[in-house]
Structure formats: structure tokens, C-alpha cells
């Protein structure tokens, strides 16, 4: 069966940058959308960045990290990315990739696959 791992969470002080990763296993996903959710402390999961299937062509953040988030995809490579630029104090959470069949599933939180997460700390 499918398996989503993120990788490339960790300490980060405000004003860097962090790389993160998602690569499916079991199957190819290009034929699938898929995103990103975080929760922070004390809040429920939130939607972060979302790409279109195959080439990605279609994205969509957040307002809280437009301009400062890429998502991106290597079909290649099973993967997906999410490249933060000018990271802030409420950046810090958990982050989730998800994948999807149907785009809208990956935006409103109900994919079919969810991946069990990699912690993001920013510090001042």
C-alpha cells in the first residue's frame, strides 16, 4: 500500500530557510495532488500549500505563507517539496503531506493518504 514519509523538519532560526520532502512508496503518485498541513502547538491542522497532479502546473497557499513557500514535485523521484524562505516563530508545527486523486480532497483535508509528519521548530 501507499506510505507518504516527510523528511527535512528541523531547527531553524527566524529569517532562514528549510527544505522539506515527501516521497511516496508503493506506488507511483503522479496521477495524484498533493499538499501540505501543519498543526502548532495549541491549534488544529491547518492547510498549507497544494500542487496539482502530473506536472504540478496549479499551486496554492495559504495567505500566511504566499511569497514566502514553493511547493514543488519530481515525479522521478515519488516527491514532493515545500521550500521556506523567511521563516517565522509561527511557522513552527508539525507539518503532514497528504495525496489525492482529486485536488479538492488535498484542500479541505480529507485525502486518501496522509503522512505522519516532521517537526519544524523556528527560534528567535
Known amino acids: 500500500q501507499v506510505q507518504l514519509v516527510e523528511s527535512g523538519g528541523g531547527l531553524v532560526q527566524a529569517g532562514g530557510s528549510l527544505t522539506l520532502s515527501c516521497t511516496a512508496s508503493?506506488?507511483?503518485?503522479?496521477?495524484?495532488?498533493m499538499g501540505w498541513f501543519r498543526q502548532a502547538p495549541e491549534k488544529e491542522r491547518e492547510f498549507v500549500a497544494s500542487?496539482?497532479?502530473?506536472?504540478?502546473?496549479?499551486?496554492r497557499y495559504t495567505d500566511a505563507v504566499k511569497g514566502r513557500f514553493t511547493v514543488s514535485r519530481d515525479n522521478a523521484k515519488n516527491t514532493m517539496y515545500l521550500q521556506m524562505n523567511s521563516l517565522k516563530l509561527e511557522d513552527t508545527a508539525v507539518y503532514y503531506c497528504?495525496?489525492?486523486?482529486?485536488?479538492?480532497?488535498?484542500?479541505?483535508?480529507?485525502?486518501?493518504?496522509w503522512g505522519r509528519g516532521t517537526q519544524v521548530t523556528v527560534s528567535s
Open positions: 508503493g506506488r507511483a503518485l503522479d496521477d495524484h495532488a
Open positions: 497528504n495525496a489525492d486523486p482529486i485536488l479538492h480532497s488535498i484542500v479541505v483535508g480529507t485525502p486518501n493518504y
Open positions: 500542487i496539482s497532479r502530473y506536472s504540478g502546473g496549479s499551486t
